[in-house]
C-alpha cells in the first residue's frame, strides 16, 4: 500500500487521463478522494464532477503564476490539494514550475497519457516491428520558428509513427510536410477529443484527409481563443499495417524462451 500522507499537507499532481474518469488510476483516485480543494482545466470540471463532489473546484489557468502560489498555500492550510493534470505530466504538461518550487510537497501520479487512450482506440501499437520502428512525439507549436528549427518534415520518415500534439498548422500545410518527411502518403489519424463528450475520430491517408475533413476546424485554428484543440494527430505506416503470429514465434525463439529450452 502506498501512504501518501507525510507530516505536510500536500499537492498531488494527479494524471487525470484524457478524459473520462474511468481511466483514472486506483492511485489517483485515492488520492484525488483526500483532497479538499482541486484544480481542474476544462472540461475535467465537468466529466469528473462525480468525483469532485464536495470539494472546491479551481480553474488552474485563471491565475497568474505567484497569485497561484499564494492560493496553494492557503489551500495547504486546511488539506491535501489537487491538480487534475490532463494526460499525465510525461509530455506537454504546464505544471513543471509549480512542481518544482512546492519541492517535497508536489507528488505527481503518473496517468494514462493521450498517446496511450489513442492507441488503444485505434487498437493500434505504434512501433509495429517490421513496419515503424520508432515513435516520435513533437507539436509545431513548440519545434520553434528559428532558422534550422526541426520542421514536421524532417521527423516524418518512412518507419517512424508521428504523433503531433496541438497543431497549430493549417490541414493541408501539415500534410504537404508529413508527405514531404515520408516520401509517400501513409495512414493518418485526427483523434479528437477522445473520451470527452463529442469524441470523433478520423482515419484516412494523407492523400485523402483533407478532402474528408472538408470545412471542419479540428485544430481551433478559427476560435475566438487560441487553446490547442483537444485533437492528437497520429500518422505512420502502423495505423494500417497488420501482423501474423511470425513475430510472436520469433520472439518465442528469441527472446522468451529459457536459453537452455
Ligand atoms: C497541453 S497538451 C497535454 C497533453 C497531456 N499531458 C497528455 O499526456 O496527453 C494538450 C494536447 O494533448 C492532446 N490531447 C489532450 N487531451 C486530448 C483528448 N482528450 N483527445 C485528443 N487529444 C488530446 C491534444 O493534442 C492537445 O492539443
Known amino acids: 500500500m502506498i501512504k501518501f500522507k507525510t507530516e505536510e499537507n500536500q499537492v498531488f499532481f494527479i494524471g487525470a487521463g484524457p478524459g473520462d474518469p474511468d481511466l483514472l488510476t486506483l492511485k489517483g483516485a485515492r488520492a484525488l478522494e483526500g483532497c479538499h480543494a482541486v484544480f481542474a482545466p476544462t472540461p475535467y470540471e465537468e466529466t469528473f464532477a462525480q468525483l469532485l463532489r464536495g470539494k472546491q473546484v479551481l480553474v488552474p489557468f485563471g491565475f497568474y503564476f505567484q497569485e497561484l502560489l499564494d492560493l496553494l498555500h492557503k489551500l495547504l492550510e486546511k488539506g ?22 512546492l519541492g517535497t510537497r508536489a507528488e505527481v501520479i503518473a496517468g494514462v497519457g493521450t498517446a496511450n487512450a489513442a492507441s488503444a482506440f485505434l487498437k493500434k501499437t505504434l512501433d509495429l516491428p517490421g513496419v515503424c520502428n520508432r515513435a516520435v512525439i513533437a507539436s509545431p507549436r513548440t519545434l520553434g520558428d528559428q532558422p534550422g528549427s526541426p520542421t514536421l518534415a524532417e521527423l ?3 518507419g517512424v509513427t508521428l504523433l503531433i500534439y496541438m497543431n497549430n498548422l493549417p490541414l493541408p500545410e ?14 493518418i489519424a485526427l483523434v479528437h477529443r477522445l473520451c470527452l463528450p463529442g469524441e470523433e475520430v478520423v482515419l484516412a491517408t494523407l492523400d485523402e484527409i483533407v478532402e474528408q475533413v472538408g470545412e471542419r476546424d479540428f485544430f481551433n485554428l478559427t476560435g475566438t481563443d487560441r487553446r490547442p484543440a483537444l485533437t492528437l494527430v497520429v ?27
Not at 81 to 100: C, E, K, M, N, R
Not at 174 to 187: D, E, I, R, W
Not at 235 to 260: N, Q
Open 80 to 101: 491535501d490539494v489537487a491538480f487534475l493534470v490532463p494526460g499525465d505530466l510525461t509530455f506537454y504538461s504546464p505544471f513543471q514550475a509549480l512542481i518544482d518550487v
Open 156 to 158: 516524418a520518415a518512412p
Open 174 to 187: 501539415l500534410v504537404a510536410q508529413l508527405k514531404k518527411g515520408y516520401g509517400k502518403s501513409v495512414p
Open 235 to 261: 500518422a505512420g505506416e502502423t495505423l494500417s499495417a497488420t501482423v501474423d503470429g511470425s513475430w510472436w514465434d520469433f520472439r518465442r525463439d528469441t527472446i522468451w524462451k529459457f536459453r537452455e529450452e
